[in-house]
T-cell receptor, first 116, second 116 residues
C-alpha cells in the first residue's frame, strides 16, 4: 500500500513571495503519477500540477513547479509570486501507473494562507 | 460547459434514514469515484466505477452503496449502517488513458452531509 505524508499542516507566505510545500511518499512501485490538488474555501478540488515518475524533468505550470526526487520519494510544490487566490488547502496525491490503475492516495493536506 | 454536478450542496439525514447523493458528469469520462473528506484528513475512497454496470469498493465502503446504470451518473447512497456519516463528499471522474491507466481525476463541488 502507498502512503503520502505532508508534514506541514499550515503555512503562510507574504503576497508576491515564494513558498514551498513538502510531500513525501512511500511505495514499492516503479511507475506512478504524483499530483498536487488545490482546495480553496469553495471546497472544489482543482488539479494544480502532475508528474510522471518516469520523467526526470520537473513539471511546471506557470507559477507552480515541483521538485521531484524519485530516490528520496519526495515531491515538493513551489509557488512563485504568491497571490491572494492561492490561499487554499493543498493536497499531494499518488496514483499507480498501468492498466486498471484508479486509486488516488492523498496526504492530509497543507493549509496555505497568503498574507497581503 | 462540461463538468461534474453534485447535488444537493447540503443534505441532512435523520437517524435510521438512507440518503442518496447525486453525481452527474457530461465529460464523457469512463471512470467515476466517490470520496469522503473529514476535517484534518485527506480524501478517502469509498467506491469507484470504471465502466457502466460495474463498481468496486474502495477503502471505506462499509455503510455505503452505489450504482452505475448510466455512464453519466454515479449516485451514492449513505445507508443507516453508516454510523458516522457527517462529512464532505466529493465525486470525481476520469478518462481511460493509454494502456488502460486512468488519467487525472476531475472533481465536483461536493455535498456536505450532516446528521439531524
Amino acid at each position: 500500500a502507498q502512503t503520502v505524508t505532508q508534514s506541514q499542516p499550515e503555512m503562510s507566505v507574504q503576497e508576491a513571495e515564494t513558498v514551498t510545500l513538502s510531500c513525501t511518499y512511500d511505495t514499492s512501485e516503479s511507475n506512478y503519477y504524483l499530483f498536487w490538488y488545490k482546495q480553496p474555501p469553495s471546497r472544489q478540488m482543482i488539479l494544480v500540477i502532475r508528474q510522471e515518475a518516469y520523467k526526470q524533468q520537473n513539471a511546471t505550470e506557470n507559477r507552480f513547479s515541483v521538485n521531484f526526487q524519485k530516490a528520496a520519494k519526495s515531491f515538493s510544490l513551489k509557488i512563485s509570486d504568491s497571490q491572494l487566490g492561492d490561499t487554499a488547502m493543498y493536497f499531494c496525491a499518488f496514483m499507480k501507473s498501468g492498466a486498471g490503475s484508479y486509486q488516488l492516495t492523498f496526504g492530509k493536506g497543507t493549509k496555505l494562507s497568503v498574507i497581503p | 460547459d462540461g463538468g461534474i454536478t453534485q447535488s444537493p450542496k447540503y443534505l441532512f439525514r435523520k437517524e435510521g434514514q438512507n440518503v442518496t447523493l447525486s453525481c452527474e458528469q457530461n465529460l464523457n469520462h469512463d471512470a467515476m469515484y466517490w470520496y469522503r473528506q473529514d476535517p484534518g484528513q485527506g480524501l478517502r475512497l469509498i467506491y469507484y466505477s470504471q465502466i457502466v454496470n460495474d463498481f468496486q469498493k474502495g477503502d471505506i465502503a462499509e455503510g455505503y452503496s452505489v450504482s452505475r446504470e448510466k455512464k453519466e451518473s454515479f449516485p451514492l447512497t449513505v445507508t443507516s449502517a453508516q454510523k458516522n456519516p457527517t462529512a464532505f463528499y466529493l465525486c470525481a471522474s476520469s478518462i481511460r488513458g493509454l494502456q488502460g491507466s486512468n488519467q487525472p481525476q476531475h472533481f465536483g463541488d461536493g455535498t456536505r452531509l450532516s446528521i439531524l
